[in-house]
């Protein structure tokens, strides 16, 4: 990520705060990034920070005409500031989007659900092929998720997969909702921690991971538990790109490298 984009995103999330959370808004966000994911020409246009601002945002306006008034005010401000590329303008349209569908589920586990799915996908090979497909149409696909978690999860967490699967940009859909969650959990004020166990953790054994977390990353974090079988004794950490493995099998694993060494 450019220091233009890692500058304008802080602007652009903090612009939120002018705005009533509202699904409908989100759903605005959604349509204005994969209209820019369906227009090379458009979304360079809009990501021009040399251009004329107000050539920018008439064009902005008439490219998203059929959205709500404050929609085209929530884009218009994101096309007047600097992205490093045009992707990156894309992206802060997705990531509002999710920001404000956190802020509309309150203090439902949308993160919780958003795994819950990523998992489920995950689990079965011919349905993480269909979502991921090149071949299949965006409203196919979204169909396809409406159908296998539709009624079962927040409609929250339903419009976001949806709209990730419609507009993927090559990206594999596990990492895509991995990111979203840790967006939703950001949202909040939280960091994202995967803590994988071969048992349950206990209420002391999270409380003192939490503890651990907050003190390392100075904020606290959602714990998202994960049952494997092979992590024997410990438990393996994953915080963004960050691992924190202390199980038992990696323990023995290295000094089988150092004797072997």
């Not at 998203?64 to 007047?80: C, E, M, N, P, R």
């Not at 569908?101 to 993160?111: I, K, M, P, R, Y």
Request: charged share 20%.
């Amino acid at each position: 990520m450019g220091a233009q984009t890692t500058q304008s995103l802080i602007e652009a999330r903090s612009s939120l705060d002018g705005y009533a959370a509202t699904s409908e808004l989100a759903s605005s966000l959604f349509a204005a990034a994969l209209g820019l994911s369906g227009s090379k020409a458009l979304r360079g246009a809009l990501a021009d920070s040399s251009a004329d601002q107000k050539a920018l945002h008439a064009l902005a306006t008439s490219a998203f005409a059929s959205l709500s008034t404050d929609a085209k005010k929530l884009i218009g401000q994101l096309v007047a500031l600097p992205w490093s590329t045009p992707e990156d303008l894309q992206a802060a349209l997705e990531e509002l989007g999710i920001r404000m569908l956190a802020q509309v589920a309150g203090e439902s586990d949308l993160v919780g659900e958003l795994l819950a799915i990523q998992a489920l996908i995950h689990s079965d090979p011919e349905v993480e092929l269909a979502v991921g497909s090149k071949r299949a149409s965006a409203e196919a696909k979204a169909t396809l998720v409406s159908a296998l978690v539709g009624g079962k999860v927040s409609a929250e967490a339903e419009a976001i997969v949806r709209h990730l699967v419609s507009d993927s940009r090559g990206r594999r859909i596990g990492r895509m909702l991995s990111d979203a969650a840790e967006t939703v959990a950001d949202q909040g004020g939280k960091g994202l921690a995967v803590v994988t166990v071969a048992t349950p953790l206990s209420a002391a054994q999270q409380a003192q991971i939490e503890k651990l977390l907050e003190k390392k990353y100075q904020r606290p974090h959602y714990i998202a538990q994960r049952i494997d079988d092979s992590v024997v004794g410990g438990a393996r950490i994953r915080v963004g790109d960050d691992v924190i493995d202390g199980s038992v099998a990696t323990r023995l694993q290295d000094l089988r490298m150092k004797l072997a060494g």
